[in-house]
């Protein structure tokens, strides 16, 4: 199986400012390459079954190839994206013959046709690295592979419905084609690889031990991040994913019920806190800070720049600082049953605006658009969705299931006699309002979403031992979980189940709310 692999890369000076001359010389030629195919595109006839109609009068000076009245197919191919170059003879491509396998008969012979535009374009690419020394000290495959990507947008607009292609101010990455970029294994620190057209660079080797069970190397992507520079390794590792638990000897299952004051609440009683990378009050300040530093400054300038770079480092740290931290939880809830089951919740429907209410008279009403605002933010920064993907990808490879289920009512059903009310829950705690069942609200949803499956629960589910025993905070070495308690005492106060008043009374905890006054 094909996996990727990224790994931070530490090049020099000369390394550094080859490769970023690089990314501006392939900026440059993808946009010129789109805006050549655009004019193709909108001078010539798009449907290429329609006939060719002809304006009384129009004509075309062969010399300048300039049309005068009406579109000349004599330099225009009926193509859709074609591009006409400046020597006609690269503009043409001679098809292969074909044979019948069985008779050894020509079926179809040998033509000269137009070329296409990635055809076209990629034959005067080769020219211009004799011509140019930017695009000469540029690998060759790299220059060709810039132009299969701009193939890939216009496959994805025509085919597949995806947005136009559009101009890209800025340019971060670019791609070897396999068997290009060659890995040498130094020590057990770092290791370095081989970039064509720029050297030997040294990366951090963060995967030392599943180096032995690699057999190929695939294409290696180079990127920059802010100011820093990875590679991307596609390589290739047999018997990677497991065969799938037959749900007969299935043992046990937990389920997971994402929040943002606890990101994850289990249903063997545990909790993943929310450490808020980006909505935090010190980082969302730092941001705040960073980015009206750049709105001060003056456009072009070098402050401006440096501005920029500070901002963007910014934000990388608080990327991998998420990545890092999801990594921790999957890896986490993954170890504990033998199935995961989650809620099938529409994140993106989930972080909408607030709909605008109209009051009658030409204005508008308070809709809390700003306390939504502030938690569409929270909801972003947890990034559920990418502690999903995670699991399933982890769940994948240790060859356990991963279920979604409908998420109606999962935190406001009673498990004890099945009723259902929207009172039932005032934040983390349940009360219900039929029977007085009392649960943290979390751990109680996290319980009903594994139930709703019909598997078992872990054997290691965490409850009170007593109706008077003593409930004490027990700490787990994955960073970032806390083992709780369904109660909300102090720890080492003697609580009671049945006693409902903590409940009732108001909750004194410090809370805060989404919006301009967090």
């Excluded at 503009?91 to 044979?99: G, I, Q, S």
């Excluded at 709909?355 to 947890?382: E, P, T």
């Excluded at 102090?490 to 967090?518: C, M, W």
Aim: glycine residues 8%.
């Amino acid at each position: 199986m094909q996996v990727r692999w990224n790994f931070k890369l530490k090049p020099n000076k000369g390394h550094l400012e080859t490769m970023e001359r690089w990314l501006v010389t392939l900026r440059k030629h993808r946009n010129y390459a789109l805006r050549e195919r655009e004019q193709g595109y909108s001078t010539n006839n798009q449907d290429v079954e329609a006939e060719i109609v002809y304006a009384f009068g129009s004509y075309c000076d062969i010399e300048s190839r300039i049309e005068y009245g009406a579109c000349c197919p004599l330099t225009c191919p009926v193509l859709k994206h074609g591009v006409v170059p400046e020597k006609l003879s690269v503009a043409f491509k001679k098809t292969k013959e074909k044979f019948d396998t069985k008779t050894g008969k020509l079926i179809k012979p040998s033509i000269v046709k137009w070329d296409d535009a990635s055809g076209i374009q990629k034959k005067v690419t080769t020219e211009l690295r004799g011509k140019s020394s930017y695009f000469g000290e540029i690998y060759s495959a790299v220059l060709q592979g810039n132009l299969e990507r701009l193939d890939d947008a216009y496959t994805n607009f025509f085919k597949h419905g995806r947005g136009y292609p559009s101009y890209i101010t800025r340019l971060d990455s670019f791609e070897y084609k396999p068997g290009q970029a060659k890995i040498g294994l130094t020590n057990k620190n770092y290791a370095t690889v081989y970039l064509p057209g720029i050297g030997n660079v040294k990366f951090h080797n963060s995967r030392k031990k599943e180096f032995g069970s690699v057999t190929d190397i695939r294409s290696v992507t180079v990127s920059r991040e802010a100011t820093y520079w990875f590679i991307s390794v596609i390589v290739e590792i047999p018997d990677l994913i497991q065969e799938l638990l037959p749900f007969e000897k299935v043992k046990s299952v937990v389920g997971i019920d994402v929040g943002i004051n606890k990101l994850v609440a289990s249903s063997d009683g545990s909790f993943a806190i929310n450490t808020r990378p980006a909505t935090n009050k010190k980082t969302a300040r730092r941001l705040a800070i960073r980015q009206r530093n750049i709105a001060r400054k003056v456009k072009g300038s070098k402050n401006r720049k440096k501005a920029v770079i500070k901002l963007a480092r910014t934000k990388h740290k608080i990327a991998a600082n998420r990545n890092g931290r999801n990594w921790k939880i999957a890896n986490d809830i993954v170890k504990t049953a033998d199935v995961v089951v989650r809620e099938d919740l529409k994140i993106k429907n989930m972080v909408k605006r607030a709909r605008a209410k109209h009051d009658g008279k030409g204005g508008y009403k308070k809709n809390g658009a700003s306390a939504k605002s502030g938690l569409n933010k929270v909801i972003l920064d947890c990034g559920w969705g990418d502690i999903f993907n995670k699991i399933v990808w982890l769940a994948l490879k240790a060859g356990k299931h991963v279920i979604a289920i409908n998420p109606k009512h999962t935190s406001q059903e009673c498990p004890a006699c099945g009723h259902i009310d929207k009172s039932n829950r005032e934040g983390e705690k349940f009360l219900c309002t039929n029977c007085g069942h009392t649960d943290h609200a979390d751990t109680k949803a996290s319980r009903t979403i594994a139930r709703k499956v019909g598997l078992d629960f872990p054997k290691n589910k965490k409850s009170l031992r007593a109706d008077c025993a003593k409930v004490t905070a027990v700490k787990r070495t994955t960073d970032g979980v806390v083992s709780s308690n369904h109660a909300f005492g102090v720890s080492g106060e003697q609580l009671s189940l049945f006693d409902t008043t903590a409940y009732h009374s108001p909750d004194n905890r410090i809370t805060k709310k989404y919006g301009r006054t967090s």
